[in-house]
């Protein structure tokens, strides 16, 4: 019995090998990849991609994203498509990444019925049709999915498929902070501030900097900075000086 033969494997040796990060679950999850398991490519894929448990390879990773899609996992083609947007392991091609996002919306997943939606709503590879990103983006948000849900408050807030409605706005803002999108807890945050409900707002801006990169820590800092309430500009000042420290 070898690694090369994971299916040999004795299910609780198998199993405590995938719940162990490190080499032999890189390992593990190559030789299922290499045995033509979807999941598994998909799993080795994304190890490459974010350079986990094993050296990064962006070109290797489309590869395996590639073989999984081919074998018409809806994941595997989202990450096909987010790889030919952001030119992951390629060069950019905004066309083929939309192709991809549409085939796997059409599968039913959220996540890609997210990033359709994104494009179509930012022209981005397809001709611009809100219209029809805010029907993706609704279908995602029946899943459940909080990314989704944000935008549609933005779409809300901005009017981009229809008269303004802050009150859907806030709604959708505060259904996505709760399903732990950060982005939309900063936006519920700003809405609970300019509803007067300040310290609310600063329990949302906190899980907002808890959950964002830190590119988005730093745009929260220079919102609250600017802002008419002291109570956020008390609150940039604290988290100024703890990234000083």
Same mark, same amino acid.
């Given at each position: 019995? &070898?690694?090369?033969?994971?299916?040999?494997?004795?299910?609780?040796?198998? *199993?405590?090998?995938?719940?162990?990060?490190?080499?032999?679950?890189?390992?593990?999850?190559?030789?299922?990849? =290499?045995?033509?398991?979807?999941?598994? +490519?998909?799993?080795?894929? =994304?190890?490459?991609?974010?350079?986990?448990? &094993?050296?990064?390879?962006?070109?290797?990773?489309?590869?395996?994203?590639?073989?999984?899609?081919? +074998?018409?996992?809806?994941?595997?083609?989202?990450?096909?498509?987010?790889?030919?947007?952001?030119?992951?392991?390629?060069?950019?091609?905004?066309?083929? *990444?939309?192709?991809?996002?549409?085939?796997?919306?059409? =599968?039913?997943?959220?996540?890609?019925?997210?990033?359709?939606? &994104? =494009?179509?709503?930012?022209?981005?590879?397809?001709?611009?049709?809100?219209?029809?990103?805010?029907?993706?983006?609704?279908?995602?948000?029946?899943?459940?999915?909080?990314?989704?849900?944000?935008?549609?408050?933005?779409?809300?807030?901005?009017?981009?498929?229809?008269?303004?409605?802050?009150?859907?706005?806030?709604?959708?803002?505060?259904?996505?902070?709760?399903?732990?999108?950060?982005?939309?807890?900063?936006?519920?945050?700003?809405?609970?501030?300019?509803?007067? +409900?300040?310290?609310?707002?600063?329990?949302?801006? *906190?899980?907002?900097? *808890?959950?964002?990169?830190?590119?988005?820590?730093?745009?929260?800092?220079?919102?609250?900075?600017?802002?008419?309430?002291?109570?956020?500009?008390?609150?940039?000042?604290?988290?100024?000086?703890?990234?000083?420290?």
């Amino acid at each position: 019995m &070898t690694i090369s033969d994971p299916a040999a494997l004795p299910p609780e040796e198998l *199993a405590a090998r995938l719940a162990t990060p490190g080499a032999a679950r890189a390992a593990l999850v190559h030789a299922a990849a =290499q045995a033509g398991e979807a999941e598994a +490519q998909l799993v080795y894929g =994304q190890m490459l991609l974010d350079g986990t448990e &094993t050296p990064g390879d962006p070109r290797a990773a489309l590869d395996w994203f590639t073989r999984a899609a081919a +074998q018409h996992h809806p994941m595997a083609l989202n990450m096909v498509g987010r790889c030919y947007e952001l030119g992951w392991g390629c060069a950019v091609d905004a066309g083929r *990444a939309v192709a991809c996002y549409r085939i796997a919306a059409g =599968q039913g997943l959220a996540e890609a019925m997210y990033n359709y939606a &994104t =494009q179509l709503a930012l022209g981005h590879g397809v001709a611009t049709d809100r219209a029809e990103a805010l029907r993706w983006l609704e279908r995602a948000g029946d899943l459940g999915y909080a990314k989704a849900v944000n935008f549609i408050g933005s779409f809300a807030e901005d009017g981009w498929a229809g008269p303004r409605d802050m009150a859907k706005a806030a709604r959708c803002y505060a259904r996505a902070a709760e399903g732990g999108d950060f982005r939309a807890a900063f936006n519920h945050a700003r809405m609970l501030g300019a509803g007067g +409900q300040v310290e609310g707002a600063l329990e949302w801006l *906190a899980r907002a900097v *808890a959950g964002g990169t830190p590119a988005f820590a730093a745009r929260v800092i220079r919102w609250c900075t600017a802002s008419d309430i002291p109570a956020f500009r008390r609150y940039a000042a604290t988290l100024r000086k703890g990234r000083a420290c």
